[in-house]
Structures are given as C-alpha cells and as structure tokens.
C-alpha cells in the first residue's frame, strides 16, 4: 500500500504542467502512487503526462470523459491505494517534502487530515513573486487540533481549500465524502471542505508551507466571472448534504447556514462587480436557499458583525433594497480598487515604504495588474537594509531619497503612516508624491487582477 496516493485533475494546462509534475516526482517521500486524471486536453498537456508516466512506474493516467473537477478528483480518490490522499492542482507546485512531513505528522497522531499554510505566487513582468499565507495569522507557530465541534463552536475558521493537505483515505470512504460533480472546474471543494470540517474527530494544522498556489492562471476557476453562478451550485451542495446527513444537528446546520449566507453575500457582490445580466436571477436564487434557515432560527446576529448581519436583514426582508445597495457597494469597490492602481501607474518610480505583510500585499497587488514601476522598498528597520522584499531592495530611508527624491513613497504601515509621512516630508518628499496603501488585506483581494475587468 503507498503511504500517499496524490490526485492531479488536468484539462489544458500544457504551459503549466511540467513544473507542477517535477515537483511532485521529486518529493523525498518516495512511496506514493501519483494519479493523473485528464479531462481530453487537446493541448498537448495528455501526451506531457505519457512522457512522465513512461519514465516512472508510480504515475498512473486515467482519461475522464467528463470536464468535471469534482468527478475527476472523486475518481481519483476511488482507485487510489495510499493510506493517505492529497491533491494536487496541475497549475501549481510544491515543495519537495511537503507530503513527507504531512504524512510523517498524520502517522504519528492517526490524524484524519494533516494541513499546512501555503504560497500565493504569480509570474508578473518583474519575475515571479511569492506571498506566504498563515492560516492562522502570521504569529502562529504551534500545531493546531481540531474537531467538527471547534468548527460548530466556531474557535477556528473553515479553511479555504483542500489541496494543502492530506486526508485519511478509510475517513474519506467511512462518510463517503464527495465532490460536486458539476460540469466545468470551479469551486467544486467547497463542498468537500465542509463535509470534511463538520466530520472530522482528529485534524492537524502545522505552521509549516509548502504549496505553491497559482493566482496569474487565467483559466483558472478562481479567475472566471462566473463564480458567482459556482458558488450557488456548491451552496446548494453543502446544503442539501448537511440536510440529508445532519437533519436533527442544529450546531451543524447552523454553521452550514452561516457559512452559505456569506458566501451569498459576496458572491452577489462579484456578480455585481462583473456587471453579469443574470444578477437580479442569482439574487433570488440565493433567497430561495437562505430563507427557509433564516425563519427556522439557523441564522442569528451573534454569528455576524453587525454589518453584515444588516445587509443579510436586507437581503431578506427587502430584496429590492438590497440590490441597489448591493450595485453601488460593488461601484464604490471597483472604484477603490481602480483609482489606486491608476494612481500607482502614473509615476515613473515608486517607493514602498515598509517590507512587512502590507508593504507585500501591496507590491503583489500592483504587479498582478502589470505596474512594474516600483523601484524598491524602504524601512526603518536596519535589520532589513540590504536585503530583497519580492525581488526588490531594501533600503533606508535616507538611501531611497538619495536615490529617489522624485519617486511617489507608498506607506504600507497604517499604525504609523503619520509619523512615516512626516518623516518623508522632513526629508524634503513632497506630500503630493505621499500616499498611504489603504486596500482591504485580503490574499485574494491582493493577488487578482482589476484593470482589466472593465
């Protein structure tokens, strides 16, 4: 038996898939068993894995005649063999022990799944640039157990996706634990994701990275405007599961119900955002799926900020209102979002003063909508002068103004941007050539592309 059988679903990702395959291969755990499930790709992407496959035994093809994420990964987990399962998407790559160090910390406790932070990368005209994500907040450095009831309880979030991890195969098949199997590769792991918070005895999250997730593929699931539409049909999944499994566990259906109804809410803002006709039909389509738990008490303030329990209110009590709301919400955002980076396109040369987590957000963001203009970073830590920032040097600020007293100096320090921007302004930079990185910390937020939406 393999110690881990690693599922990879392809349809047309050629450019790709070397890399994510070579990372895979050269993992030092050596005994796994690496299933390739191809949905027909006519790019040459299914004559790349024959290749692979001819030069090592563990690689095994099965051709999917159906283009469906979910069915293709519900294949894989059914012939697989290993004791435990991992995915892996054929557009990303990962570190070489990742399934080694999972594998070694899911033997040792019988966990029924094993997770790991993981990277943002995306290749921009500057080269390729990395952000590190922590599930649990950049200060997290001890292992994290949980259970369904810490996710009921809500002492720890669902995560958000599925493939930084392993999962016990005999837990996989026990609850039967499936994909949507909807056409297309959107969004079909949110549903297993759920399944698997809400059953789970023994999970395990190191504070440990190792996969590579890639945010400039613009074929991706996550870059299409049609996420929205996704989004309802895996909403609907969850539902229909919890319902079915779960009908008398309130504590479940709660949180199921919680879940849905943010999902729902952003959801309807991107659909907005992408200006898509059909809004008005996903609207009520989301109030059909909400309502029922919104009267049967499984929706309740105390599980929201206020704001958002307002506009959940609106949404059903007043679906009119909220859909206006909703469009000058989505307006104001994309305005946000738009008059910054075309603020950030103007100079020759910027400056991003502070090279820790928003300074970092902030040059991904700008490099993900093609702005290249950013000449370095500054900090006032001498801890980091001299070393590289995503590419970028760090400077003191004396050096950067020598250097570049004509350049636009971006904060990205909110707790201190006064004193920075009177730092500056003592060093003879104009307040007009000043600005503070005010956007929302968002990872997906910071590694999409905007400028070329409208």
């Not at 004791?83 to 966990?111: C, R, S």
């Not at 720890?156 to 996989?172: A, L």
């Not at 500054?378 to 050096?399: I, M, T």
Request: hydrophobic share 40%; proline share 3%; with cysteine.
């Amino acid at each position: 038996m393999p110690k881990v059988s690693i599922i990879m679903p392809s349809l047309n990702i050629a450019t790709y898939i070397k890399e994510c395959m070579d990372s895979v291969v050269a993992q030092t755990l050596q005994d796994i068993e690496i299933i390739c499930v191809d949905a027909g790709s006519t790019d040459g992407t299914r004559e790349i894995l024959q290749e692979y496959a001819t030069r090592d035994s563990r690689i095994r093809i099965l051709d999917s005649d159906r283009k469906s994420y979910g069915y293709q990964v519900n294949w894989g987990f059914d012939v697989a063999k290993g004791k435990y399962l991992g995915i892996v998407e054929t557009d990303d790559y990962i570190e070489p022990e990742m399934f080694q160090t999972l594998y070694d910390v899911a033997i040792k406790n019988d966990a029924d799944f094993v997770k790991s932070d993981f990277f943002f990368f995306a290749d921009v005209p500057k080269g390729r640039q990395t952000l590190e994500y922590k599930l649990f907040g950049s200060s997290s450095t001890s292992v994290k157990r949980v259970s369904h009831t810490d996710y009921t309880n809500r002492l720890v979030p669902i995560d958000t996706f599925m493939w930084n991890g392993i999962y016990k195969r005999q837990f996989i098949q026990k609850y039967n634990i499936r994909l949507n199997e909807t056409q297309g590769a959107a969004y079909q792991d949110a549903g297993f994701r759920y399944q698997v918070a809400l059953l789970v005895e023994k999970g395990i999250f190191i504070p440990s990275t190792f996969y590579h997730y890639r945010r400039d593929n613009a074929g991706s699931s996550m870059n299409s405007p049609k996420g929205f539409q996704y989004d309802l049909q895996e909403s609907q999944y969850i539902v229909d599961w919890v319902m079915n499994f779960f009908p008398e566990d309130h504590a479940r259906i709660r949180t199921v119900s919680r879940a849905v109804a943010t999902i729902c809410l952003n959801s309807l803002l991107r659909a907005v955002f992408y200006d898509n006709p059909n809004t008005h039909t996903i609207v009520w389509d989301f109030w059909k799926l909400l309502k029922n738990s919104y009267h049967d008490g499984y929706l309740v303030q105390e599980d929201f900020s206020i704001d958002v329990w307002m506009n959940l209110r609106m949404f059903l009590e007043d679906l009119e209102r909220f859909e206006h709301y909703i469009r000058e919400k989505a307006e104001a955002e994309f305005r946000s979002y738009f008059d910054f980076l075309s603020q950030m396109a103007s100079p020759k040369q910027v400056v991003i003063f502070g090279c820790g987590k928003i300074g970092m957000f902030a040059n991904f963001f700008m490099g993900m909508n093609g702005i290249s203009n950013i000449t370095c970073f500054c900090d006032n830590d001498s801890n980091k002068w001299g070393s590289l920032c995503l590419g970028n040097e760090v400077l003191s600020p004396q050096e950067a103004v020598a250097a570049y007293p004509h350049a636009y100096y971006l904060i990205a320090n909110r707790a201190n941007s006064m004193d920075i921007s009177a730092q500056l302004t003592s060093m003879n930079i104009s307040p007009n050539n000043i600005g503070i990185y005010y956007l929302p910390l968002n990872p997906i937020i910071s590694t999409s592309r905007f400028l070329n939406k409208h």
